[in-house]
């Protein structure tokens, strides 16, 4: 029998689970997203840690950074999760922001090389910018270093609103080798057209979370599996 294929650089072959959490776009809540997925897993007993390989913002906005927000939930330094160099304080994509800057960003090699997580770590959560093809490196966008690290699975943080059907499918299609979930952030029951966007994306094989509470057991389920010797 052939030894198993190597685990991708930066993760631990038996034991942690990388997931990616991408999004449609700005401001459809990824890192809201990701910060109550990390409570919940750590509440259920998993050990997790969070990656923001780089980020830009809007300094007038006074509120924390992303890295400040999953910091808060998992525990760990603000610069841990993303590191200071790769925090630019220009509210546009971060190779651009590096530019206006005039300081370098990372490149997509640089980056999958820091997604790397601790043997201790269960679930390793690295977040992107933007939406799924949004610059993220100075060679290429989120689905590039999606590629290059491999998750386990990717989350595709979106709308339930009018719309939402497309830009989901535009970014989950592109994805057919690595395991995909959608999370329809702001989701209400009550409104008509967020149910039907949801079952029609159910309805393609999607996996489909309308909650935080939703979301985790699809991790759990998809992405933990190994713990129990599943596949």
């Known amino acids: 029998m052939s030894d198993p294929p190597a685990a991708p650089e930066g993760r631990h072959p038996d034991r942690t689970s990388v997931v990616f959490v991408t999004g449609t776009g700005t401001e459809v809540g990824k890192t809201w997203a990701a910060a109550g997925l990390a409570r919940l897993l750590m509440d259920s ?72 997580f601790a043997a201790t770590v269960d679930v390793g959560l690295v977040e992107g910018v933007g939406g799924l093809y949004s610059p993220i490196a100075t060679d290429g966008h989120n689905l590039d270093l999606i590629e290059r690290i491999q998750p386990d699975l990717v989350i595709v943080v979106a709308s339930a609103e009018l719309g939402g059907i497309h830009d989901t499918m535009a970014c989950t299609l592109p994805l057919p080798s690595v395991r995909r979930a959608v999370f329809c952030n702001r989701f209400d029951p009550r409104t008509e057209v967020h149910g039907l966007n949801v079952r029609w994306l159910r309805d393609t094989g999607l996996a489909v979370a309308t909650s935080l509470a939703e979301l985790a057991e699809i991790v759990r389920t998809h992405s933990l599996s190994r713990f129990s010797g599943g596949t």
């Open 45 to 116: 007993g998993r050990t997790v840690a969070a990656c923001k390989p780089v980020q830009s913002y809007d300094p007038d906005t006074g509120g924390p950074t992303d890295a400040g927000v999953l910091a808060a939930a998992t525990g760990q330094d603000p610069d841990a999760i993303c590191p200071p160099d790769c925090s630019y304080p220009v509210p546009l994509a971060p190779p651009m922001a590096a530019r206006k800057l005039q300081t370098t960003c990372p490149t997509l090699d640089e980056m999958a090389s820091n997604c790397r």
